[in-house]
């Protein structure tokens, strides 16, 4: 169970890493990004606003860290 | 363009993680011996090519729009990470990255551990710690060149590119027999981070249905936006962290 938990953690860190705000964000973008994109082609602009308030989303939170 | 992104991208990536495997290696073998060390070294790349074997021909029988919907999100939350980690190096918010503090660090732990054999193994800290430093490094370049090479459909040149970085970094670290210090490794995180977000961003957004304007030539947009992005982050946390010390 042990050596099980550190591969789930291993792999959690590598993907998710410190901030899991960043995951969850990137996942509703797609998921707005594809939702958009059903009604309209013009769909591309989603992603990199979020993705802007995603940075500065993280980078507040470490920065309120230190 | 595509490619010489792809080739730039999986080069400067695969550079750094061979520069912080390398370290390690180093360290252990210089302090330890190598005969242990190089056994780890071996066991990690054997391990390495059983996954990129395994995943590299799963990744591209994938439908190319899923592919880049799921490679385009972990590639994002993935260089968002190292973005953040860049920005925060950069403005001062995280001690810079420096090869030869942690050289040092794993010299120092490498002489107060104790040896004991293992089956072939003669000095067990130093296999399992050079075994480690290949394979996590290594699975941050085998993510990188498969992900990047599967979604341009041309996993040859990123393992090419990946390959070159890793024998580049080699060869000077054996031709200099210490931590390879002087690589601007910092400057070159912030420049990865910026390219697997971008890269991200790009492809995600094309798995996602969106149709970029101008299709292709939308992407060197795409990285230009991120690096403005990242370079304004770092100028206002400077700012922010000045007008807190004054």
């Known amino acids: ?66 | 363009m595509g490619t010489a992104f792809l080739l730039l991208s999986v080069f400067l990536a695969c550079a750094v993680e061979a520069v912080e495997a390398l370290t390690i290696v180093l360290a252990v073998g210089l302090t330890r011996g190598w005969r242990s060390a190089l056994q780890g070294v071996a066991a990690g790349l054997l391990l390495l090519a059983v996954v990129v074997a395994a995943l590299g021909p799963a990744l591209t029988v994938l439908p190319l729009k899923a592919l880049r919907l799921v490679v385009g999100g972990l590639l994002l939350t993935f260089g968002l990470q190292w973005l953040r980690k860049a920005i925060l190096r950069a403005s001062g918010y995280k001690d810079l990255r420096d090869e030869a503090a942690a050289y040092q660090r794993e010299v120092k732990a490498a002489r107060e551990a104790a040896a004991s054999k293992k089956s072939l193994v003669e000095d067990w800290y130093a296999f399992t710690l050079s075994f480690k430093g290949v394979v996590l490094e290594g699975l941050e370049v085998a993510f990188i060149a498969l992900t990047f090479g599967a979604n341009q459909r041309d996993i040859p040149l990123a393992a090419v590119a990946a390959v070159a970085a890793v024998l580049a970094v080699c060869v000077a670290g054996v031709a200099v027999k210490a931590p390879l210090a002087r690589v601007p490794e910092n400057t070159m995180k912030f420049a990865v981070g910026v390219m697997l977000t971008g890269f991200g961003l790009f492809w995600g957004a094309e798995g996602a249905g969106a149709h970029w304007p101008g299709n292709d030539a939308a992407l060197p947009l795409v990285l230009a936006y991120i690096l403005l992005v990242a370079v304004g982050a770092v100028w206002v946390l400077k700012r922010r962290r000045a007008a807190w010390a004054s």
């Open chain 1, 1 to 66: 169970m042990g050596k099980l938990k550190a591969f789930g953690l291993f792999w959690y860190d590598f993907v998710i890493g410190d901030d899991p705000l960043v995951a969850v964000l990137v996942i509703a973008a797609l998921a707005g990004t594809a939702a958009l994109s059903t009604h309209t082609t013009a769909s591309w602009w989603l992603l990199p606003v979020i993705v802007t308030l995603a940075l500065a989303a993280t980078l507040a939170r470490a920065v309120r860290k230190k």
